[in-house]
């Protein structure tokens, strides 16, 4: 280790350390490749996060405990490769971390973990100000657009791009990260939210709860509170629909199949979900419809009906 790198470790110990005391390590936190989200950063945006990132600490699992701290960032570079193209057809760039910690009995398993190339996989968590459509141009924080992810619109890959970082967080040992060059779990948001992050944001924290539970700030519970409450009123009303489909779907048997028994009906439309019941509905009908409407039980064929008036009543 020089002596310029011991010098950035230093800025961030509270007491000065040797070369001896600490173990170095390089980390590629995220690129502007496209991750499996569907989202990539810009590279404009890797810089803007070089700096952000000097001095974050690095956790496992992105665990909010202390204890769980297990490195620090004390120095940033964005890498470029210009024999290398992303999926959007860019140079392809990253941004890579040194990183420290104490050599020390405690870190031991960590280090080695770290050398036989166990721990390696990491993600970060950050904040940016814009996300924006590929395709259309549009910032989907604020006004969205009809266009997703994955798909094609006019040989154009439909992705999102991550644009004007507001702050870094921390950085994190993941299993499975969301790029696969580096791997990464974002949390961006708009400005006018104050820094909150999205709905799907908190949901997401959910898949990787772990026995400590889920961390959520006030404003972020009382969001999932009025998230559950309307998805609770969409509930009462989609009942009310299913209940009005399986009512007209039980009246059409009693005409388009009198053999079957109500309880028959009843259980049939129980099984059915919604579309399959709006499709059992349409059928139906089209069956209701060739005996609907009843005609005299003595009326004479078609034509002949109509050539004499009211004659289908007379004995």
Request: with cysteine; glycine share 8%.
């Given at each position: 280790m020089c002596h310029d790198e011991l010098a950035l470790i230093n800025m961030y110990s509270k007491k000065a350390l040797c070369?001896?005391?600490?173990?170095?390590?390089?980390?590629?936190?995220c690129d502007n490749e496209i991750d499996r989200d569907g989202e990539r950063f810009s590279t404009q945006a890797?810089?803007?996060?070089?700096?952000?990132?000097?001095?974050?600490?690095?956790?496992?699992?992105?665990?909010?405990?202390a204890?769980?701290?297990?490195?620090?960032?004390?120095?940033?570079?964005?890498?470029?490769?210009?024999?290398?193209?992303?999926?959007?057809?860019?140079?392809?760039?990253?941004?890579?971390?040194?990183a420290y910690t104490p050599?020390?009995?405690?870190?031991?398993?960590?280090?080695?973990?770290?050398?036989?190339?166990?721990?390696?996989?990491?993600?970060?968590?950050?904040?940016a100000g814009r996300k924006i459509c590929s395709v259309c141009g549009a910032d989907?924080?604020?006004?969205?657009?009809?266009?997703?992810?994955?798909?094609?619109?006019?040989?154009?890959?439909?992705?999102?791009?991550?644009?004007?970082?507001?702050?870094?967080?921390?950085?994190?040992?993941?299993?499975?990260?969301?790029?696969?060059?580096?791997?990464?779990?974002?949390?961006?948001?708009?400005?006018?939210?104050?820094?909150?992050n999205s709905m799907q944001e908190i949901l997401k924290r959910f898949e990787?709860?772990?026995?400590?539970?889920?961390?959520?700030s006030k404003a972020e519970a009382a969001r999932l509170l009025a998230h559950l409450d309307s998805l609770g009123a969409l509930a009462d009303d989609g009942i009310e629909y299913r209940n009005e489909l399986v009512k007209n779907a039980l009246c059409l048997c009693a005409t388009a199949l009198p053999s079957l028994s109500r309880e028959s009906a009843d259980e049939i439309c129980k099984k059915l979900r919604v579309g399959e019941l709006r499709e059992f509905t349409a059928a139906l009908e089209k069956e209701a419809s060739r005996t609907l409407p009843c005609s005299a039980q003595?009326?004479?064929?078609?034509?002949?009906?109509?050539?004499?008036?009211n004659t289908e009543f007379k004995i």
């Open positions: 070369a001896d005391e600490v173990y170095t390590f390089s980390v590629v936190l890797l810089k803007t996060l070089a700096e952000l990132f000097k001095g974050k600490t690095g956790i496992s699992d992105h665990s909010m405990k204890s769980d701290q297990v490195a620090r960032i004390y120095d940033t570079e964005v890498e470029t490769f210009p024999d290398m193209k992303t999926r959007a057809g860019e140079v392809y760039s990253r941004l890579k971390a040194k050599r020390n009995e405690g870190n031991a398993s960590f280090i080695a973990d770290i050398e036989a190339g166990i721990k390696k996989e990491v993600s970060v968590g950050c904040a989907v924080h604020l006004t969205g657009c009809a266009h997703k992810n994955g798909r094609t619109y006019s040989g154009k890959l439909c992705h999102t791009i991550l644009c004007d970082p507001t702050d870094a967080y921390e950085w994190s040992f993941v299993a499975v990260p969301a790029q696969p060059a580096a791997g990464v779990i974002k949390s961006f948001t708009k400005k006018e939210n104050r820094g909150e990787g709860a772990t026995d400590e539970g889920v961390l959520l003595l009326a004479l064929p078609g034509s002949a009906a109509k050539t004499i008036s």
